[in-house]
């Protein structure tokens, strides 16, 4: 069974548009985080979370907002919507933040923006 | 400039054949991780590996904190090992963020 759940897999938006990806972790773990993977560059780190409070956000803009309704629960709401923002998006956890613990991905969520 | 740099790029091993792949970073770390991207987009975790040497079966990851470097070796490569492997590092401070590499894109052919 897959620890890190992320739906849905797929996602087509067009400009403008507001979409939610929903982020669910089975391994009982305190931290979460989202990156974000574009063409041609490095797995960028997006925000991370503890105890479903904010530790860090190295998003510039306010158009990308974390929810936290459950402790394993990290769900990331994407308002007006650009085609820059095209990218697979993974979700991840760790035991703690910045405990030099093992963060594991889940299976990212690819959305292209029209 | 780009705190970790991966080397190479890619490479293209005939199978059996052996691989050794370069990670190396320009600031101080709290811990390293080594992670297996599929052709899909998934990643797999490897190694957690902030010093020292660590085996899995095939693999073998060697960091040297003092040197900024960490390797990853993969003996007796197989057709499955094909696909990108990711170098992470998180930097010293407790918020989990990793900073990674761009990656080495292996291709084992039969």
């Known amino acids: 069974d897959p620890k890190i759940i992320q739906k849905p897999k797929y996602l087509v938006a067009v400009t403008g548009s507001e979409k939610i990806l929903i982020c669910e972790q089975y391994?009982?773990?305190?931290?979460m985080y989202w990156y974000r993977q574009s063409a041609k560059k490095p797995l960028e780190f997006m925000f991370s979370y503890s105890y479903q409070k904010l530790m860090d956000n190295q998003t510039a803009s306010s158009r990308f907002q974390p929810q936290s309704s459950k402790k394993n629960h990290l769900d990331l709401q994407i308002t007006a919507l650009k085609p820059d923002d095209s990218a697979t998006y993974f979700c991840a956890s760790s035991q703690e933040a910045g405990g030099q613990d093992t963060q594991y991905f889940g299976p990212g969520t690819r959305l292209l923006v029209l | 400039g780009q705190q970790v740099q991966q080397s190479p790029a890619s490479l293209v091993l005939q199978e059996g054949e052996n691989a050794e792949l370069q990670c190396n970073f320009s600031?101080?770390?709290?811990?390293m991780q080594w992670f297996y991207q599929r052709p899909g987009g998934s990643l797999v975790s490897l190694f957690y590996?902030?010093?020292g040497t660590k085996h899995s079966g095939r693999l073998t990851s060697t960091t040297v904190i003092k040197e900024r470097r960490s390797s990853l070796h993969i003996s007796s490569s197989q057709t499955t090992d094909s696909g990108t492997y990711l170098c992470a590092l998180e930097i010293t401070g407790n918020t989990g963020k990793l900073i990674f590499g761009l990656g080495t894109t292996l291709q084992v052919q039969p």
């Open positions: 391994l009982g773990h305190n931290a």
């Open positions: 590996n902030p010093s």
């Open positions: 600031t101080s770390l709290n811990s």
